[in-house]
């Protein structure tokens, strides 16, 4: 197997240019559920999942946490819009773009890398398009989310993002099944 | 000697022949060979001294079990000990060494123990090494761990990769005998998802060599047909050189592959790691043959008999022209059909039984072969290599009746299950008298968090010996996972039709003659790796030692890379019977994961090297290194210490630091100072809880220094508490503290706070924190420009945000060096540019970076605290004169 057979590949790429708010708060009460939908025009995500219109995205962290992604430019208009939709509730929203990386693996293998890195279940039942897993890769913390079919972005915190991205280097450079996965790494 | 036949060899390949190096001999193998089946087609049958007597030795089994053969392979990078050549796949340039011996393999200074055993028997070393008492530490001590230990530890770094591979499935199964195949086929066929795994690289485990007949076609055919069947299925994973090595808790099981030890420097990981989850497992582990106890039972060339077959059949390697049978059941007989149908010669079958065996006895007579029963060896002749064997009545005391020239013992001593992994998690076990082996208890199976059992155990491992019962109980086990685990019902459920001979009774010999005399039992061994014989054992009971694992510490019975894989069994039953005890009564040890030794590698994975653990980097991490940071760890961080400028040495360094920012400027990056945001109606109230003073009561805009107490009292942690805005409030933590604190205080609000509203959120990562320290601060930020940082406008601990430089920032005044001080907080992007900002402007003010010991020398000439340095978990504020963060009001 030659590191030129296009299906082997799995691309890495670090992403930029995102914004991601933390936004605490009763998830379970509708006024915040429809307060949420009105100000970033998105579904709200079931548990263990993440909604998305490509260039925005809800991401359900926890029953009373929810991860707001969106492109930088619009980060100061959606916490404003958040923060008039929820006026009056109890909410703690706070900017977290700097805090995090984030990582995208794309290919037909990347559930098999991925496999090398997180302790969950990786397979199709376990972890579908539009799933949103909190984890950890090797020994740190972080979160996966199934974009599509052969995406899936990883985050983790901004001071371990070299870690990651070694580990990631590592894992993608390595053979699985009689394939040969090369990498094609970005680093900006 | 022993030699490849020109025939026979079902797992070789004679086209594709190559060479390797054994103590730097050059010799041929093929390709399928194990480097134990090439060297004994190079006539080496020697591969080994023995631990304690460095006897020589030679293989005596042909897997897993093998006790002798080990070998170091590869040189400097590829370098591994203790490798078992029945394991080992040879390949092309393979380089391997023998162990255990000095000056060479042939002549070893060592083997003098030999003629010293009647003086080195079990317990000697507890006896000898007590007295005087300093010689443990200064002579003994030192010298034992000199000649202590079989291979030679690695010296080079490793140069290979190991991965680790999580696998979630429903059912694994361990084994790809014709049991574990079974087993797959008939939980794969519910729809399941099924794991299977075969230490070996070849599928079908001994059914092929012992001609067994599956549909009316040798076994093979099956074999294939299945496995290739169960590789085409979606929900199958199957793979060989993968050993299920232990099982643990809540449906864990880790199985060990050796990806590329037969293909090194191919790019591939060497090994791969697979931690399973699943449902159910299945063991398929088959079973261990048994060595018969007979005096110098370990000279080479005296083996297992089903080892024999193997080399036959499946290597086309003869161990010798003339083998002599010795056995207690019937299996035994397949080796001299095997060979004399190979056109070898089997001088005699020796069996311990008075009346013989059943239908393979009869086809031995048939063949020719001169059976003798009732009958067992008195000793083996030879020392390098066996010679003959002389024979003695089994019921007697060992007087030889007449001695039989062979060059190959076969023994066979019968058959035990391997329950090692029924056993990991709790499995119990029971004796059946009747086969004389250790069983797996179906009605008592380790026992899953639902209370029910989560192993299941199939064919022979369950001790059922024949092939039909071994089909059917498999095919049952796999349909039983399948349905526990919630699999469809298969329709098709008629399993194949296995035939084999069928077997007269065995009959236990733990012992051969039955009353060998002292000479002769003080030469049969049990555990060839660790040297323990027969009178080992018996006089640990003789010594009180009755309980079997004390037995085992004080013989080292057991204790070996081989774990007693071949000597467990013959060990219990020799306690026993020298305790008058039976065997049930006895018990086992203890089986322990990993069944085999698995590489250390393996289990670290990635985490070697760059990778072997995370370090936390601040935004100005790089610029740091770039400037002489000599690095300290600081709870997963790495902080620069000090930094190193020419040729001074780190004190230098760290007092020029101290002078400079005393005198001029000091600039430090404090981005790892945890920062956690509190918020809501209840949050004034909670923060009085977690802190020993009020923060309830401090203004908007302002700061206050607070302590943390643990539920004991003991200061826990310290910083500076900001008041946001009405109901907001900002908590600086250590930087070993922030993760810490963050749980605390979750804890807290989740399980006793529940229905305050208080929210809270960890953004020490969000913000990178820079100190601007020393009497030149405010007119470095004063020159940047942006907001007014007068006394006036922000006096000592005030904050406020604003702009520096063309930074958005927040601003506090507050130190921690007794100077004149702010620290700046900026989002984490914009951290380094900011802080290359400020070095730049200071160059006229004097301005130089300080590291972490000159901030603890700056505060504690000002006599400020440190959590962990004038804490260490029994300190309470009072102790460290901080009565006055203690606040009297909230009693």
Redesign the interface.
């Known amino acids: 197997m030659s590191d030129s057979q296009p299906e082997g590949y799995v691309g890495l790429h670090q992403l930029r240019g995102l914004s991601m708010l933390t936004l605490r708060a009763n998830l379970s009460a509708t006024k915040i559920k429809s307060g949420i939908k009105k100000a970033t025009g998105l579904d709200f995500p079931k548990h263990g999942m993440h909604t998305s219109n490509g260039a925005k995205s809800l991401g359900w962290m926890s029953p009373d946490e929810l991860l707001i992604i969106v492109d930088s430019d619009e980060c100061v208009q959606t916490i404003e819009n958040l923060n008039k939709a929820l006026v009056g509730q109890h909410i703690l929203l706070e900017d977290m773009s700097d805090a995090r990386a984030m990582f995208r693996l794309s290919g037909k293998n990347i559930r098999e890398v991925l496999a090398k890195l997180v302790p969950f279940d990786t397979s199709h039942s376990g972890f579908a398009v539009g799933s949103l897993v909190r984890t950890r890769f090797a020994q740190v913390a972080g979160a996966a989310f199934m974009t599509s079919n052969d995406t899936v972005e990883l985050m983790c915190f901004r001071s371990v993002q070299d870690y990651v991205f070694g580990l990631l280097q590592e894992r993608i450079a390595t053979w699985f099944r009689g394939l040969s996965i090369a990498v094609s790494l970005k680093k900006n | 000697m022993s030699v490849r036949l020109a025939n026979q060899g079902r797992l070789i390949d004679r086209m594709r022949p190559l060479s390797f190096s054994f103590n730097g001999q050059k010799m041929q193998g093929y390709h399928g060979d194990t480097l134990a089946a090439s060297l004994l087609a190079n006539d080496q049958m020697l591969m080994g001294r023995s631990f304690k007597y460095h006897r020589p030795r030679g293989v005596v089994a042909s897997g897993a079990e093998e006790p002798n053969a080990l070998m170091n392979l590869g040189s400097e990078g590829h370098f591994e000990p203790n490798a078992r050549a029945t394991t080992t796949e040879t390949f092309e340039g393979l380089l391997a060494t023998s162990q255990n011996h000095f000056p060479s393999l042939e002549f070893d200074i060592g083997a003098v123990n030999s003629k010293l055993a009647r003086f080195l028997p079990t317990g000697f070393y507890y006896k000898m090494f007590i007295h005087p008492r300093s010689f443990w530490k200064h002579i003994y001590e030192p010298i034992i761990r000199k000649s202590a230990g079989l291979g030679k530890a690695p010296k080079a770094r490793d140069a290979d ?1 190991y ?6 499935c429903e059912v694994l199964v361990v084994g790809g005998g014709i049991a574990g195949l079974q087993a797959a086929e008939s939980a794969a066929a519910a729809g399941v ?1 099924v794991m299977l795994v075969e230490q070996t690289a070849h599928w079908g485990g001994r059914a092929p060599v012992d001609g067994v007949i599956i549909d009316g076609a040798p076994a093979d055919e099956w074999i294939k047909s299945t496995i290739a069947k169960l590789s085409s299925m979606t929900n199958v994973v199957v793979r060989n050189r993968t050993q299920g090595s232990g099982i643990y808790d809540h449906g864990y099981a880790l199985a060990y592959e050796r990806v590329a030890d037969h293909t090194p420097r191919d ?3 060497r090994h791969r790691l697979w ?1 399973v ?1 699943c449902k159910q497992i299945v063991t398929a582990t088959g079973a261990i043959e048994r060595p018969l106890s007979f005096a110098r039972n370990d000279i080479p060339g005296v083996m297992l008999a089903s080892a024999v077959r193997d080399y036959l059949v499946n290597y086309g390697v003869s161990a010798g022209d003339r083998t002599v049978v010795v056995t207690n059941n019937d299996d035994a007989y397949r080796t001299a059909l095997f060979l004399k149908s190979a056109g070898l010669d089997v001088p005699a079958i020796i069996d311990a039984r008075a009346e013989g065996g059943g239908e393979l006895m009869a086809q031995a007579i048939a063949a020719g072969i001169r059976v003798e029963t009732g009958r067992g060896i008195a000793k083996v002749k030879g020392g390098k290599r066996v010679t003959a064997v002389s024979l003695c009545a089994q019921v007697g005391e060992g007087s030889e009746i007449e001695e039989i020239p062979c060059d190959v013992v076969a023994m066979s001593g019968g058959w035990s299950p391997v329950v090692h992994l029924w056993s990991h998690c709790g499995g119990k076990l029971f004796w059946d008298d009747a086969k004389a082996m250790f069983r797996p208890d179906v009605n008592k199976p380790p026992i899953g968090s639902n209370g029910e059992g989560f192993v299941i155990v199939a064919g022979i491992a369950s001790g059922h010996l024949r092939s039909a019962e071994v089909i059917q109980d498999a095919g049952q086990a796999g349909l039983t996972a399948a349905e526990l685990v919630g699999g469809k019902k298969a329709k098709d459920t008629k399993l194949p039709d296995a035939q084999d001979a069928k077997e007269a009774a065995m009959e236990p010999v733990w012992l051969m003659p039955h009353g060998a005399s002292y000479k002769l039992r003080s030469k049969a061994w049990l555990d060839f790796q660790n040297d323990v014989k027969v009178s080992d054992v018996q006089l640990a009971a003789q010594e009180g030692f009755e309980s079997v694992e004390h037995a085992k510490r004080y013989t080292t019975l057991g204790m070996a890379t081989d774990q007693g894989k071949l000597s467990n069994i013959n060990g219990l039953a020799t306690l026993s019977e020298a305790l008058n005890s039976d065997i049930p009564s006895i018990g086992t040890t203890t089986f322990r994961p990993p069944y085999t030794p698995i590489s250390m590698a393996s289990l670290a ?3 070697r090297g ?2 072997f ?7 100005m991490h790089n610029w740091h290194d770039a400037h002489g940071a000599d690095w300290e760890p600081v709870g997963g ?1 790495r902080r620069p210490y000090a930094y190193i400028q020419n040729s001074e040495t780190v004190d230098q360094a760290v007092h020029r630091e101290v002078i400079n920012t005393r005198e001029n400027l000091g600039i430090l990056d404090a981005s790892t100072l945890g920062k956690i ?1 509190v ?3 209840d949050a004034g109230k909670f923060l009085d809880m977690m802190y020993t003073n009020m923060m309830s009561n401090l203004k908007p805009g302002r700061c206050r220094y607070g302590l943390m107490c643990s539920e004991n009292g003991f200061l826990t942690d310290d910083g500076v508490v900001a008041r946001v805005d009405e109901q907001t409030w900002l908590c600086h933590t250590t930087s070993g503290g922030a993760d810490r604190i963050h749980t605390h205080m979750e804890e807290w609000l989740q399980t006793e706070w529940w229905d305050w ?1 208080v ?3 960890n ?5 990178a924190q820079v100190a601007v320290v020393g009497p030149n601060a405010r007119k470095v930020l004063e020159k940047l420009g942006g907001m007014d940082l007068s006394t006036k406008t922000l006096p000592f601990m005030a904050w406020a945000d604003g702009e520096i430089g063309g930074f958005s920032c927040r601003a506090y005044r507050i130190s921690f060096s007794g100077e004149l001080s702010y620290e700046i907080a900026i ?4 951290g380094l540019d900011f802080w290359k900002m400020v070095v730049e402007a200071g160059a006229e003010f004097g301005i130089n970076p300080y590291g972490t010991e000159c901030l603890h020398i700056l505060r504690a000439e000002k006599g400020f605290i440190m959590i962990g340095d004038e804490t260490d978990g029994t300190v309470i504020p009072q102790d460290l004169g901080l009565s006055w963060a203690v606040s009297e009001k909230k009693r």
């Open positions: 990769k991965e680790h591979y999580y696998h979630h998802r790019q591939r990981p931690r989850r994975g990635e985490a760059e990778l653990q995370p370090v936390r980097k601040t935004p961080w945001i918020k809501g109606p509203k929210w809270v959120v953004v020490t990562e969000q913000l989002p984490a992007n914009r």
